[in-house]
């Protein structure tokens, strides 16, 4: 009898961990693909001038490149995501601005 409610405590143990586990996974996957354009603040005198990108610039950048199509599909932000001053800020960034 004891053997029964030491495995089921243990079982009920494992689902609740994993369960954590899963949990926990999906909030770094959402937070990681956090879309927000203000983020590229840091970016906007490279984007409209011809300033270097900074280093926080870059980090921010690489930070919401899951984003970009979304940003180049967005008709107010899509001619500055397309521009040839953000394709310079992003080579020298070393993302990818992809084809959408």
Do not use: D
Request: aromatic share 4%; proline share 8%; hydrophobic share 40%.
């Amino acid at each position: 009898m004891m053997m029964k409610k030491n495995t089921s405590y243990l079982v009920t143990f494992a689902a609740v961990a994993l369960f954590a586990m899963m949990l926990m996974s999906n909030m770094s996957v959402s937070m990681a693909a956090n879309c927000q354009a203000t983020e590229l603040s840091p970016c906007l005198s490279a984007i409209t001038s011809s300033a270097p990108p900074t280093p926080l610039c870059c980090t921010k950048l690489k930070q919401q490149e899951p984003c970009l199509c979304q940003y180049v599909k967005n008709p107010s932000l899509g001619q500055y995501v397309n521009s040839p001053n953000a394709r310079k800020m992003a080579q020298t960034c070393h993302v990818a601005i992809p084809k959408c």
